[in-house]
């Protein structure tokens, strides 16, 4: 959102519009807000989990397009070269949620499509070893997101010359897609916010969650 400012305007007036100031999203709102939904399946192409995919290995000896490919092979789902294909994803190095608004439902849901080009992402996996977890990561990542956007507005930070600082777009190096530090301001939407997230979350303390 730093990066991409305009897309978190979006995403709040999507939020505002369906939502409103007097409460935060829940869970039910979801359906209601697909460009929080394609930021997400954005967010898990641009920059998925890990860099290179997860690896599988050949339960039997194969052949694939004339490669012979002996049982028990390290076979790696290269979901990056995947993601970053121009000729799938149009301009593959920006982050566009727009491109996903034709894939409105779960990421669970094409998940088990036949057709690969029917796919919204591979971040989760593909074949019989899919993650597990799919529902479960779509649904934190859902609340998560949607609650985040409507609460704050977040934006470059102003160096002391007064130009806005452009943030690190590099990742730490690794298995994993962590990036490196950078600064960002991370402020409140207002102050009926502010009272409506402290009141959430004192009732949240109170029932133990």
Request: a negative charge; glycine letters at 8%; aromatic letters at 12%.
């Amino acid at each position: 959102m730093t990066l991409f400012p305009e897309t978190a305007k979006k995403a709040q007036e999507e939020i505002d519009r369906v939502i409103g100031s007097e409460r935060m999203p829940g869970f039910d709102d979801e359906k209601q807000l697909p460009y929080i939904r394609a930021m997400i399946k954005e967010t898990l192409r641009w920059r998925a989990v890990n860099k290179f995919g997860m690896t599988h290995a050949t339960s039997e000896d194969d052949w694939y397009e004339g490669h012979f490919i002996p049982k028990g092979t390290v076979a790696v789902l290269n979901w990056w070269a995947i993601h970053m294909d121009p000729e799938l994803h149009e301009n593959p190095a920006e982050y566009q949620p727009e491109r996903y608004l034709n894939k409105p439902l779960p990421a669970a849901d094409y998940i088990n499509s036949n057709d690969p080009y029917e796919r919204d992402h591979f971040t989760y996996g593909a074949g019989r070893r899919v993650c597990p977890g799919v529902h479960v990561a779509e649904r934190s990542l859902f609340i998560g997101v949607a609650r985040t956007l409507w609460g704050f507005n977040i934006s470059k930070v102003k160096g002391a010359n007064g130009d806005f600082i452009e943030p690190e777009t590099g990742m730490v190096r690794g298995f994993l897609s962590v990036p490196k530090p950078f600064e960002c301001e991370i402020t409140p939407r207002s102050a009926k916010h502010v009272k409506i997230i402290r009141e959430t979350f004192g009732e949240a303390e109170k029932a133990g969650i």
